[in-house]
């Protein structure tokens, strides 16, 4: 045999080529089992891991609410309803002479599923007049608006992606993204040759990539599968991996999972992912109510995200957008007049605030903080759970306004540096926390003041010690007279104390209310002592003091350290005529496929008896018109609000907790290295609680007055109830039952009541 016969492979190739085929075809099956397994796995089961969405509370109008149209205006506005001059479809309203017409949104709430409805609504005086479903013509007494999204907790994956079904994408988006990517999608079988092979001849007449040949599907498989390697290799995986995904799945699943897998724009560090997010962080509102110009900005989007990024390069977007249109108006999806209308739109584009990341640290704190108690699961934040938390996105905003203005104004006109300050805002009857900063720098996400610098609290302690006296009406009502002498009393190490007034003056003795209302040390302390330090203990805890109380004398003027957010609670108790409700931001907790999963439900307790906490809203509101705090009624003189000032020693910590009908706001102002700051009560967080007051609309305080409380009529000297009409006389709320059968007569000038002795008198008998 001659060499040149050796050598040639062709009766060794006949001998085994069935063989080798075989092997191939084997092995090949083999391969496309793998990858058949490696699809299923991820596009039949859980393709995506979702963040949790934490949403802020929805807006609920009832009939006679007092609420102006402004703040409607607010909260439609930042829930992205279109302001137009005919509303017709959901996500729009309309506005005039305080009349609204709103086509509200379809949303699932922990409670049930809330259908779209057009609604009538008009507000007159200050108070929704009356409320009409526009779809049954009928009367109805209140309605709610979806809560706004706030945010997102991602994952580690650095994907955000909300998800949409196909039923929820207008089909104009469906048109425009397969006549764009893909006008075969609907015919080939995951790859299509001839696209591949057009784009190939484009490419090559152009002399650079001017047009590309990959399907929809095989750009979802790249997306999902593969990486973006350019090769042969990756190039024939993504054919095969293709045509097994067309065999699999419909065309609709497929279009699907590509209209929530596509890479659409960056946010910060974390991808764009999906129609449905993209629709949110470029134009604020959900994927069904985007009109034309903006789904075929979205469209146009995918050849580039970042090159034709709306934010970055509107020309760039324009010219894309309208060569997307141009597409739509040769495919017969549009006439001639609607595309020439749309060629001049501009592309107005939103803040992207619902994803802006950082947003309201200190809240968020307070909600992580929750989550970890309620649901202690690490896989939590990719469950796409729902959180519905207490927020008013408005209130959280006007807090966070007023606290960087507020310190930035008070630094400059008292010459400071370095003040720092918390703000708590609550809504009194339910507890929920509306709004919380816990650092100048509103978007500092660090030590979060508000709910862990704990410093003393000064004078915000004295409506307990005075609640403490009331409970025992036999012997106190807001009349009854208190020492205001000097008295020395022993402190730590074997000093003694001795309590002063802030203007260093003794009055003998003052009306109990008015030794609250001008917040007078020395009477206080001496109230406390003949109360015993006990009893005012228990009064702290039960109106929510948790932390350890030490029982010596200066803790009559505030020696208890806490934080802003405790602070609050204890007020709240107050404010909410004795009623206690732990204070919490997270009301419900949804499963991904709305399922309730958790509910606030800690029942509220009666803590202080109606009468006595009337009596204590009642010396609270004289704060605010002529005591420590009287600038609330400078700033607002119609309107009746209640409050408390607090000082500490050497002007370190500055306080302030008040309250309208709704809200309790609790402030405080200081530096982080607790040196002096010469700020009083009045003259620092007091003006941090004005100027949050004064960017909302502040409901007039009312409260009720309970059965068995009356107006009776006090002599200021003695103390004791007298007939009605004296000349000197003073009239006060009071506990009726408990008053004497007969008051004094106006003309008695020496009554004969027994003499009322200081403690430190009845405790060593002089």
Avoid at 10 to 23: A, I, Q
Avoid at 45 to 66: C, D, F, H, M, T
Avoid at 735 to 757: F, G
């Amino acid at each position: 045999m001659s060499i040149a016969q050796k050598l040639n492979p062709l009766p060794w190739f006949r001998k085994y080529f069935w063989k080798m085929l075989l092997v191939c075809i084997v092995a090949m099956s083999a391969y496309m089992v793998y990858l058949d397994a490696v699809i299923a796995h991820q596009f039949s089961g859980n393709k995506w891991q979702v963040p949790a969405q934490i949403y802020a509370r929805p807006l609920v109008l009832s009939l006679k609410e007092e609420i102006t149209s402004k703040e409607i205006i607010e909260e439609l506005t930042l829930l992205g309803y279109r302001r137009v001059a005919n509303a017709s479809r959901t996500g729009e309203y309309q506005y005039r002479n305080n009349h609204f017409e709103v086509y509200r949104r379809a949303f699932h709430f922990p409670d049930g599923f809330q259908g779209e409805t057009a609604l009538s609504l008009t507000v007159k005086s200050g108070r929704v007049a009356s409320i009409v479903n526009l779809n049954s013509g009928k009367q109805i007494s209140s309605f709610r608006l979806e809560p706004w999204l706030v945010t997102r907790l991602l994952s580690d994956g650095k994907e955000d992606r909300m998800l949409v079904s196909l039923g929820q994408v207008p089909k104009e988006l469906v048109e425009a993204l397969v006549l764009v990517e893909d006008k075969d999608f609907y015919e080939h079988h995951g790859i299509a040759p001839l696209s591949i092979l057009r784009a190939l001849i484009a490419n090559i007449s152009a002399g650079r990539a001017v047009q590309g040949g990959s399907t929809l599907t095989q750009q979802l498989v790249k997306n999902m599968y593969l990486t973006n390697e350019k090769s042969i290799t990756r190039k024939i995986k993504e054919a095969f991996m293709s045509i097994l995904i067309d065999a699999r799945y419909s065309k609709d699943q497929i279009m699907e999972a590509y209209l929530n897998e596509v890479f659409l724009g960056q946010n910060g560090n974390t991808g764009v992912h999906g129609f449905g997010l993209a629709s949110y962080f470029y134009f604020d509102r959900p994927l069904n109510e985007l009109n034309l110009e903006e789904m075929t900005t979205l469209v146009g989007m995918i050849k580039g995200p970042s090159y034709y990024n709306p934010r970055r390069h509107p020309e760039r977007v324009l010219e894309r957008r309208n060569l997307v249109l141009r597409l739509l108006f040769e495919g017969g999806k549009i006439n001639k007049t609607t595309f020439e209308k749309l060629l001049d739109k501009p592309i107005q584009v939103a803040t992207g605030a619902t994803l802006v990341k950082g947003k309201h640290p200190a809240f968020m704190d307070k909600v992580g903080r929750e989550l970890h108690t309620i649901l202690d699961n690490p896989n939590i934040r990719d469950s796409g759970v729902k959180l519905f938390t207490t927020l008013d996105s408005n209130a959280q905003r006007k807090a966070e306004s007023a606290v960087s203005g507020g310190l930035t104004s008070i630094e400059k006109q008292r010459k400071l540096e370095n003040l720092q300050a918390a703000m708590v805002v609550t809504d009194i009857d339910s507890g929920e926390i509306r709004a919380m900063v816990g650092d100048r720098k509103t978007r500092f996400s660090g030590f979060n003041r508000a709910l862990d610098a704990k410093r003393s609290i000064g004078s915000l302690i004295k409506p307990a010690i005075y609640l403490t006296a009331l409970e025992r009406p036999e012997e106190y009502n807001l009349a009854t007279p208190l020492f205001d002498d000097p008295i020395q009393l022993p402190s730590e190490g074997g000093e003694t104390w001795e309590p002063q007034n802030a203007d260093k003056k003794f009055r003998g003795q003052v009306p109990l209310y008015t030794a609250l209302t001008q917040s007078l040390n020395v009477p206080t302390v001496s109230l406390g002592m003949e109360l015993g330090l006990d009893s005012i203990t228990q009064t702290l805890k039960r109106l929510g003091v948790t932390e350890p109380i030490t029982q010596y004398p200066a803790l009559t003027l505030g020696a208890l350290d806490l934080s802003p957010i405790q602070v609050n609670q204890l007020y709240q108790t107050i404010a909410n005529n004795g009623v206690q409700i732990p204070l919490h931001t997270v009301n419900a907790i949804m499963s991904s496929d709305n399922q309730l999963m958790y509910s606030f439900d800690a029942p509220a307790k009666p803590i202080v008896d109606e009468k006595v906490a009337y009596l204590m809203n009642y010396a609270l509101h004289k704060v605010t018109l002529e005591g420590t705090a009287k600038q609330v009624r400078r700033r607002f003189p119609s309107i009746n609000m209640a409050g408390k000032t607090g000082t500490t020693d050497d002007y370190r910590d500055s306080w302030f907790s008040g309250y309208d009908k709704n809200i309790l706001v609790t402030s405080w102002i200081g530096t982080d290295d607790n040196k002096s700051t010469g700020l009083t009560g009045a003259s620092g967080a007091l003006r941090l609680f004005l100027d949050f007051q004064a960017l909302q609309a502040p409901k007039s305080l009312v409260r009720r007055f309970p059965k068995g409380l009356g107006i009776a009529h006090f002599n200021p000297q003695t103390g004791r109830s007298t007939q009605a009409g004296c000349q000197t006389s003073m009239s006060l709320p009071a506990i009726l039952e408990v008053l004497p059968k007969r008051a004094d007569k106006c003309d008695t000038k020496n009554p004969k009541i027994q003499e009322r002795k200081s403690f430190w008198e009845r405790l060593f008998g002089n």
